[in-house]
């Protein structure tokens, strides 16, 4: 199995920018989509994104399109979560996620892995 760990989380100001990063250790990490998911306090996990092997990163959740890039170094075996132009709404916990998959445009359904989350608060 995978083993994913989540690092960069924080107290940032609203309006900042934070840069989470996971890295991915194991033999198949080449065959894996890595993802990105959040969860407020009191609310469901929601799927911010992913990336795979040889693909752009996607963003689906509406809400952070256009602030949020996914993006991914397959040499370190990390995948990055840049975040700008925070907002409370986005206070959360960040977790990533593998999953078997080898096609250029990533579809993430059930995760194989999942890394321990990392706590980002945005928050004057």
């Known amino acids: 199995q995978l083993r994913l760990v989540e690092s960069g989380g924080g107290l940032v100001q609203p309006g900042g920018s934070l840069r989470l990063s996971c890295a991915a250790s194991?033999?198949?990490?080449?065959?894996?989509?890595i993802g990105w998911f959040r969860q407020a306090p009191g609310k469901e996990r929601e799927a911010v994104g992913c990336?795979?092997?040889?693909?752009?990163?996607?963003v689906y959740l509406d809400s952070v399109k256009g602030r949020f890039t996914i993006s991914r170094d397959n040499a370190k075996k990390t995948v990055y979560l840049q975040m700008s132009s925070l907002t409370p709404e986005d206070t959360g916990v960040y977790y990533c996620?593998?999953?078997?998959?080898?096609?250029?445009?990533?579809?993430?359904?059930?995760?194989?892995?999942w890394g321990q989350g990392t706590q980002v608060t945005v928050s004057s």
């Open positions: 990336t795979s092997n040889s693909g752009d990163g996607r």
């Open positions: 996620a593998a999953e078997l998959g080898t096609q250029a445009l990533c579809v993430m359904t059930v995760p194989d892995a």
């Open positions: 194991g033999p198949t990490v080449h065959y894996h989509y």
